[in-house]
């Protein structure tokens, strides 16, 4: 679960910018990256996750709810 806490490591202020972060580190190749970003979020974070990216509309945000959904 990503907590406030890691949320603070990262100098995020909302779990948004985390899932930012996913989304702009599958853009930028980094997909090792983006896996242990992506083990560490909750079953409910994953969801909230995969929902926020609905309004995306690239192969990044499809290939990311794809490695989101591989988790569950």
Do not use: H, P
Not at 6 to 22: M, P, W
Not at 42 to 65: G, R
């Amino acid at each position: 679960m990503v907590s406030m806490k890691i949320l603070r490591d990262y100098s995020f202020n909302t779990i948004v910018e985390y899932y930012e972060y996913i989304l702009q580190s599958i853009t930028n190749g980094q997909r090792k990256q983006a896996i242990a970003l992506v083990q560490i979020l909750s079953s409910k974070q994953k969801k909230q996750a995969i929902e926020y990216l609905e309004v995306y509309t690239s192969n990044q945000a499809d290939e990311c709810k794809k490695l989101i959904l591989a988790t569950l």
